[in-house]
Structures are given as C-alpha cells and as structure tokens.
C-alpha cells in the first residue's frame, strides 16, 4: 500500500494461468477505483516474486497455476514470514472445483469461478478487504452487457480449461470428441472476448510490464484472426443487405416504371 498527497494507492497482485479471466478481473477492479493498481502473472514463481517486491495490500490467486500451484504458494505465504509478520496480506482465493480448498489462512475468501455471481462477489469481497465495505454501482444498460460479456467469458473459458484437464487424463479414442469441444468452446469464449474487447474500450492497464507485452502477443495471435473474421463477417452482412435492398428498390422501380407505360398506352388505345 502507498500514499501519495493523501490518496492511499492499493497494488493488487493477480495470480492466474487463464488470460481472458486474468484481463476480465483487471479490467472489473480497474473500473472499481483509480487508485487500484494491479500486476498481474501467469504462473506462481513470477507471482511470488511480485509479492515480496511489490508488499501489495491485497493478492488474487487462483489454485490451478503452473511452475508453482496456487495452494503451494498459499502454504509458503502462510509460513513465511517475511510475508505473513509483515502484514498479514488479505488474499482472495478463486477456484473451479466443487469442493472448497481447505487452507489455514486466516485472512482469506473463496469464491468458486463456476458460481454465476462469480464478479460480484469478486468485487464485494475487493473492496471489503481494502475499503470496508460492499462495492456498489448504478448499472446502465451498457454496463449490463459488459457484465453479461464478461460472466460468459469466465463460463467459457473455465470450460475450456475443464475439457483441456480431461484431455490430459484421457485416452486416445476419447480425447478426438473432446478436442472437437474444446475447439467449439474456444470459438464462443474468443467471439465473447472479441465483443467485449471492442465495448470496453480495450486491453486494461497492467502495471507488470513484462506481463502486459506477453499477453499483448498472445493477444495478438490467438485473438485478431477472431477479430478480423468478425469484422469480416459483418462487412459481409451488410453488403448482403445492401444488395438485398438496392435489389428490391430496382425491382420495385422497374414494376412501377412497367405499370405506368402499360397505363400510358392502354390510356392511348383508348382515346
């Protein structure tokens, strides 16, 4: 925690191998108060590395992390004592499976990723730890859809997640229908990120800046091929309806044109 002219600046370090929940909670907590200040990390050894440099007010961890698992890194924090006689870190533990970890940290909340009020309870609980209180917002229509985007992304995404640990665990023969899941999966999550990326204005501020260049890159590889494809298939749609329209215009104008010369000349043959 820092002080600058009065203002307390909170660092939050976010722990968590999945990019699109990753940049879904930095974006939520951003939006929350300016004077949040996230680092996020990928993997446990880099994210224990930010928490003894940064001395943060406030760690996001989820259990599933690789080079160093999320209940390891809770159990060298808890013994640890630079890190625990200090101050003892509020920590929010966020994981997919349907049985609670069980750990001895005292200054801790769970929240299951698969819980529908997943964000919500997220943001309660971030701003009980550094403000005392429940968060609370006036939702418009477009912070609706925001929300409604960034709770499908969480849903997808931790499917995706799910049918990858099953691929792991599988035989060959099963492992075929899976990926084609896994496949479909990764389709939705990448078009709910993609609308959500545009109606948010963008990639959140992170402030580990080696972080923020890796997932830029992965950004950039795996999700502007969706982005083009989208913009692709709406650029298609329109000239469709563009030809279907100017279509109908002319053929309207051609019957009426028609009507009006067979008028003309009945009116002639009559006279």
Avoid at 109 to 128: A, P, R
Avoid at 156 to 170: F, Q, T
Avoid at 202 to 217: I, M
Wanted: glycine share 4%.
């Amino acid at each position: 925690m820092l002080v600058f002219m009065n203002k307390t600046v909170n660092e939050i370090i976010l722990i968590d191998d999945d990019y699109l929940i990753r940049e879904v909670i930095k974006k939520v907590i951003s939006k929350m108060d300016n004077d949040f200040k996230v680092f996020t990390s990928e993997n446990g050894i880099e994210g224990l590395g930010l928490i003894f440099v940064q001395n943060p007010s406030l760690i996001i961890l989820d259990t599933t992390l690789p080079k160093y698992g999320g209940m390891e890194l809770v159990k060298y924090i808890e013994s640890n004592k630079k890190i625990n006689d200090k101050n003892n870190i509020p920590l929010i533990l966020i994981h997919e499976s349907n049985k609670v970890p069980s750990i001895d940290y005292e200054n801790c909340i769970k929240i299951n990723k698969k819980d529908k009020d997943f964000l919500k309870k997220l943001e309660d609980s971030v701003y009980l730890k550094l403000r005392g209180s429940t968060y609370t917002k006036k939702e418009n229509y477009y912070e609706r859809i925001l929300h409604f985007l960034s709770k499908n992304i969480i849903l997808w995404s931790n499917k995706s997640d799910l049918v990858m640990h099953k691929i792991a665990d599988s035989n060959f023969l099963i492992t075929i229908p899976l990926y084609i899941w896994w496949i479909l999966t990764q389709i939705i999550v990448s078009l709910f990120f993609v609308l959500y990326y545009l109606l948010s204005g963008g990639n959140a501020r992170d402030n580990n800046t080696n972080q923020h260049k890796a997932d830029l890159a992965k950004y950039r590889v795996r999700y502007y091929p969706t982005l083009v494809g989208f913009f692709a298939g709406v650029l298609l749609i329109l000239v469709q309806v563009s030809v279907f329209i100017i279509g109908g215009i002319t053929v309207k104008l051609s019957f009426t044109i028609k009507s009006f010369g067979d008028y003309e000349s009945d009116s002639c043959n009559t006279r």
